[in-house]
């Protein structure tokens, strides 16, 4: 059973650059694609990123492109998030999530997509 493990949170201020990683475990040949996605307080969980596990394939939310890269380590099963130029706006708990074969898939941007979930790892972005 895939298991996901974020790590690398912390706090940067605005303008700087964090890297956050997904250790993926268990089952890791399953996995289709690993996406991160992000919820503020008070917001709604949104998309951010997501790499297809195969063929590195990547795409982003229009508000973080040219500013974070998703990147796969395949030796290590390990999906990073490198963020650069962060906004405070952007303080939120950060999850990875797996798509698996056995849910219905509606896109990349859809959590409902994904069917495991890390804890995630919080961001704070100081003004």
């Known amino acids: 059973q895939v298991q996901l493990v974020e790590s690398g949170g912390g706090l940067v201020q605005a303008g700087g650059s964090l890297r956050v990683s997904c250790e993926a475990s268990?089952?890791?040949?399953?996995?289709?694609?690993l996406g991160w996605f992000r919820q503020a307080p008070g917001k709604e969980r949104e998309f951010v990123a997501t790499?297809?596990?195969?063929?590195?394939?990547?795409y982003y939310a229009d508000s973080v492109k040219g500013r974070f890269t998703i990147s796969r380590n395949t030796a290590e099963n390990t999906v990073y998030l490198q963020m650069s130029s962060l906004k405070p706006e952007e303080t939120a708990v950060y999850y990875c999530?797996?798509?698996?074969?056995?849910?219905?898939?509606?896109?990349?941007?859809?959590?409902?997509?994904?069917?495991?979930w890390g804890r995630g790892t919080q961001v704070t972005v100081s003004s």
């Open positions: 999530a797996a798509v698996i074969p056995g849910a219905p898939y509606r896109g990349y941007r859809e959590e409902s997509s994904y069917n495991v």
């Open positions: 268990g089952g890791t040949s399953s996995i289709r694609q």
């Open positions: 790499i297809t596990w195969r063929f590195h394939d990547t």
